[in-house]
């Protein structure tokens, strides 16, 4: 399901091959578009609403105009894949003329919808790909699979910028921050994983849903994070709570806090330190060396 950007349609794909468009205000269903073959995997709202883009087990995706109902282009190039689930996920960037699109042939592609052709083929999944997604920026793509990878492209370059170290689960969403500067990850562990976008690191995770987290979206100003599972609950996480986190080769061993509730401390198994905090303002004040 996706809806539009001015929140009026939300258009629906479905197993027996149609899209479905409804208009939110009075609760209306709007027009029926059938322009793939086989059941419906993906579909995607333009930024500024003049596009619709319908992928399907046909492998192949659908470009539709919302305002006169008629089908603009049917691109090709996803192979049917693995398990014949042709494409799996969409993505507009925020310029509205460029595509991603995930396959179960293991890709993900880039392509302009203005002139209907492929601008790149990225490679690098060992399985299906199900979830992609645009940073707000347009610099990066995201990209998640059934084979518990994250990566992270250079939409520029057209080519990896790096790989997310992510838990080996199945990858079920990812989402960039507003601002571009983290990626949330929800897999099959019921768990959402934040990580930075600059250089791959892990910043934390949130944890609470009983199985897969199906999917997770950012509110706007960044502080919420909602994500909803296999559990049948929907949780809302709050962003501006620091995580206090130990540099990434740390283990802790110890961990305490004061009295007065001011101090925490952690024993670093790595290389012998504690690290302090202040709970006031939730930073890192000091790592003091050779605690043995």
Known sequence: MAFSPDGWYLAAGGADGTVR????????????????QGALTAVAFSPDGKLRAVGGRDATIALWAPDT????????????????????????????????????????????TREREALAVLEGHTNSVTTVAFAPSGASVVSGGTDGKVKLWDVVRRRLRSDVDSNPAQVRSVVFSPDSRLVAVGNDTGDTEIWTVEDGQYVTEFTGHADAVLTVAFSKDGKRIATGGVDRTVRLWSTDTSVLTLRPDAAQYRVAVSHD????????????????????????????????
Do not use: M
């Open 69 to 112: 109902d008629k089908r603009l282009a049917r691109l090709t190039g996803h192979g049917k894949g693995v398990e014949d689930g042709g494409v799996l996920a969409l993505a507009f960037g925020p310029d509205g003329r460029t595509l991603a699109s995930g396959g179960d042939d293991r890709t993900v592609r880039l392509g302009d």
């Open 261 to 292: 509730g001011r101090w925490i401390a952690a024993y670093n198994t790595h290389d012998g330190s504690v690290d302090l905090w202040d709970l006031r303002t939730q930073r890192h004040v000091a790592s003091l060396p050779d605690a043995g």
């Open 21 to 36: 468009l409804w208009n939110t205000s009075p609760h209306r269903r709007g027009s029926v578009l059938s322009g793939n």
